[in-house]
C-alpha cells in the first residue's frame, strides 16, 4: 500500500489586494512540506485546488511544477483537480509538463469538486454539474491516451483532428476518480476501470464499505477484474509524540475551518466533545504514532486499499510542528505499517 499526504494549502487570508505576505510564506511552507515528505520516503504528495480565500492553492499544476524541482521520488498529484469548471486540454498540458519536470511522477485526481466557488467563476452553471463532469472526463480521457483528437461535446468547442502537446514522459499519465461517497461516482469509476480516491471525513469509516463493495461489482459487471483495481482512501491526520500533544495542536485549526464550512452546509457546530468523540470513534486519525498506525491500519482491513492518503489541516499549527508530524509520518507510521502488510519499500 502506498501512504502518502494531501492538502488544501490552509491559509490565514491577508485580506489585501496586495502584498499577500501570508499567501506567499504559505507556498515556502507547502514547498518545505513536500521536500521532506520526500526525503523521508513517502509515496505522494496530493495538492488541492479551491477558490477560497481560506485556501492558497488554486492552480495545482503551478505547485506541483514546483514541487517537481524540489524532489526526487515522490508522486506528484492532485487532490483535487475542479474538471467540471477547467478546460480538459489545458489540464491535460499542464499535468504534462509537469511530467515532464519531475521525470515522469504525475498524476491528475480527477473530481467535481466538494465547493462550488469555480463555476461562477469560470461561467458555468450549476445545473450542468454532473453533465459538465461527464463530458469533460470523456475529452481529458481522450487526450491521454492519443495525440490527436476529434472530439464534439456540448459544452466546449469541437476539436477538428487536432495535436494535444506537449505528451508527458510517462505511456499516459494516472486519472484517479475522487469520489465524496455518492454511489453514482463509485459506479462510473468501477465501470470505466478507473482509479478512484475516496474522502471519508465523518461518520464510521465501516460505513463506506458497501460503497467501495459498489464500486468493485460495478467493474466486474463491465468486465474489469476487480482485483486489479487502485484505490485511495482519504482521511484527515496529524501525528505528534503523544496521543494529548496531537489533539492538542490538531484541534484549534479542525475546530476552525469545521465551523467555517459548518455554517455555509447547516451543519452542527463542532466542539472539543464532539472532536474526541470522531477522534476516538470515527475516522479522523488524530494521535501518536501507534494510535493512527493502527486506524490506516484497520481502514485496510476494511477496504483492501491500495493507498491511504493523510489529508493534513494545518492553518493555525506552527510550520515546525507540520514537519515534524510529516516526519513521524514517514520515519515511524510507514514503516510501521509497511511491515504489518509485508510492503517492501525502495
Known amino acids: 500500500m502506498e501512504l502518502g499526504i494531501s492538502t488544501f494549502g490552509e491559509v490565514q487570508p491577508d485580506g489585501l489586494p ?43 499544476e503551478v505547485i506541483l511544477a514546483a514541487a517537481a524541482a524540489v524532489t526526487k521520488n515522490i508522486r506528484l498529484s492532485s487532490s483535487v483537480t475542479v474538471l467540471s469548471s477547467a478546460d480538459p486540454v489545458r489540464v491535460f498540458q499542464n499535468f504534462a509538463t509537469v511530467d515532464l519536470l519531475s521525470d515522469g511522477r504525475a498524476e491528475i485526481m480527477a473530481g467535481r469538486g466538494s465547493f462550488i466557488e469555480s463555476f461562477p467563476l469560470f461561467g458555468y452553471d450549476l445545473s450542468d454539474y454532473d453533465a459538465l463532469f461527464t463530458e469533460k472526463l470523456d475529452l481529458l480521457l481522450k487526450i491521454n491516451q492519443s495525440e490527436n483528437i476529434t472530439w464534439n461535446g456540448k459544452f466546449r468547442a469541437p476539436i477538428p483532428g487536432r495535436g494535444i502537446y506537449p505528451r508527458p514522459i510517462q505511456e499516459s499519465i494516472p486519472v484517479w476518480l475522487a469520489v465524496g461517497g455518492t454511489p453514482a461516482s463509485a459506479v462510473r469509476a468501477g465501470r470505466m476501470n478507473l482509479p478512484m480516491a475516496l474522502a471519508i471525513l465523518g461518520g464510521r469509516a465501516d460505513q463506506f464499505v458497501p460503497f467501495v463493495d459498489l464500486y468493485r461489482a460495478s467493474a466486474q459487471k463491465a468486465g474489469h477484474d476487480p482485483s486489479k483495481l487502485e484505490l485511495a482512501v482519504s482521511s484527515q491526520f496529524y501525528v505528534a509524540d503523544n496521543s494529548d500533544q496531537a489533539a492538542d495542536e490538531f484541534y484549534p485549526s479542525y475546530e476552525i475551518l469545521m465551523n467555517r464550512v459548518g455554517r455555509e452546509r447547516g451543519w452542527e457546530p463542532l466542539n472539543r466533545s464532539k472532536f474526541e468523540y470522531n477522534r ?15 486506524k490506516i491500519l484497520h481502514q485496510h482491513e476494511l477496504f483492501g486499499n491500495t493507498r491511504f492518503l493523510a489529508q493534513l489541516v494545518t492553518g493555525y499549527i506552527p510550520h515546525a510542528k507540520v514537519l515534524r508530524a510529516i516526519e513521524l509520518f514517514g520515519t515511524k507510521v510507514a514503516p510501521a505499517v509497511r511491515k504489518e502488510l509485508g510492503v517492501t519499500h525502495l
Not at 510564506?25 to 513536500?34: C, I, T, Y
Not at 476516538?280 to 493502527?294: A, D, F, I, S
Request: glycine share 6%; proline share 5%; no cysteine.
Open 18 to 60: 496586495w502584498k499577500a505576505v501570508n499567501a506567499r510564506q504559505r507556498m515556502k511552507e507547502l514547498l518545505e512540506e513536500v521536500k521532506l515528505a520526500d526525503e523521508v520516503g513517502l509515496d505522494v504528495y496530493a495538492f488541492g485546488e479551491h477558490h477560497r480565500p481560506d485556501f492558497v492553492i488554486s492552480a495545482p
Open 280 to 294: 476516538n470513534y470515527g475516522p479522523l486519525m488524530v494521535g501518536n504514532v501507534e494510535e493512527v498506525t493502527e
